[in-house]
């Protein structure tokens, strides 16, 4: 695999069949007692009183889908096969509302492409949304601090490109690919630019988070890059067979930094990531079939928001023991930001 290096539109599906046949699967079933149109919370929940329901095997995967089944099997049970809703978390809608800013942002001129024009639009996002998530955000000051985190990693962005100088070939691209004795695949990528001079398709992902630290051993660092890039990866497989073009560089900006990290695509590693891709899918079908997706409990579970009906975490509660986790952190007026303006009404800065 080549070593990543750290550097300085349409909304329509597409749609490609590349199987001969599907084979016939059921939907998974809801929970007994809850609606087929009806999706539980896992807040909502009562541990005491939850079963574990029978579920059909899916018919379709996605990059996020494995990434889950990857980390926990148990995570991707509850999550994709169970179907259970998740409260709304900060960090989630930050992200949604930063990623459809930058989209909108594209949509303007070039020549409009500036801070000012980006932070409005963040803002008017915000406004658009608000009252969906007031449950995240009780008080005014909890609505600026969730505002002024969004400008700021917006004003990041900045830092690392000149949107009036991108012209994106493809924007919020959504794919659906069936693979020929395996599971149809969807994606939806933020970004596809041809490279300047070369023609080249270069796809790019927005990250609201912080870039990995590659401060380990070459392996080991090798190892987090790849599966860095494995959502990037697969979306490159997926344009291969939508658009007949294979792009040749990935290119992943992470926000809070801000820091951006490329990776040259080879032919093989479009190989690799169909075997990937393939092999995890096998692994998916074999735990269905046993009915077996093990927890894996670690450093993530004091955040994951199936926790209250987990066994695995139940278990070490009720053993005594400690599943390893990190510590939850836990006179202006809420639309100020919104309004432009900071609490001495000055302009608010990202």
């Not at 991707?76 to 409260?87: A, G, T, V």
């Not at 919104?338 to 009404?345: L, N, T």
Request: include cysteine; hydrophobic fraction near 35%.
């Amino acid at each position: 695999m080549p070593r990543p290096t750290s550097t300085p539109s349409s909304t329509s599906a597409h749609t490609i069949n590349m199987a001969t046949s599907s084979p016939s699967t059921p939907n998974p079933a809801p929970p007994a007692g809850i609606p087929a149109t009806t999706r539980p919370r896992s807040d909502n929940i009562d541990p005491s009183a939850y079963i574990a329901p029978s579920v059909g095997l899916p018919t379709t995967v996605s990059p996020s889908s494995l990434g889950d089944f990857k980390t926990c099997p148990r995570l991707y049970r509850f999550r994709h096969l169970e179907k259970i809703q998740e409260p709304p978390s900060e960090v989630m809608v930050r992200g949604s509302m930063v990623h459809d800013a930058l989209d909108e942002l594209f949509s303007q001129p070039p020549e409009k492409r500036s801070k000012e024009v980006l932070h409005d639009i963040f803002r008017a996002v915000w406004l658009k949304r608000r009252d969906k998530y007031l449950e995240l955000f009780p008080s005014t000051e909890d609505q600026r601090a969730f505002g002024m985190a969004g400008l700021k990693l917006l004003s990041n962005y900045l830092k690392v490109e000149t949107p009036a100088e991108q012209e994106p070939l493809m924007r919020e691209f959504r794919m659906r690919v069936p693979f020929p004795d395996g599971p149809s695949v969807t994606g939806i990528l933020d970004r596809v630019d041809l490279e300047p001079g070369s023609g080249e398709w270069v796809v790019v992902d927005y990250k609201t988070g912080k870039a990995p630290a590659l401060k380990y051993s070459d392996a080991v660092n090798e190892r987090i890059m790849n599966d860095k890039f494995f959502q990037l990866k697969v979306y490159a497989l997926l344009l291969e067979q939508v658009k007949q073009r294979t792009p040749t560089r990935l290119k992943l900006i992470y926000l809070d930094g801000p820091t951006v990290m490329s990776m040259r695509l080879r032919r093989e590693d479009l190989a690799e990531t169909k075997t990937e891709l393939l092999g995890l899918w096998e692994r998916i079908v074999g735990a269905w079939k046993a009915d077996s997706f093990p927890a894996t409990p670690g450093k993530l579970c004091e955040w994951c928001s199936f926790k209250s009906i987990c066994p695995a975490w139940n278990f070490t509660r009720e053993e005594g023991g400690e599943v390893e986790g990190m510590k939850s952190v836990g006179g202006v007026e809420g639309d100020a930001w919104v309004a432009g303006r900071d609490a001495k009404g000055g302009v608010a800065q990202g």
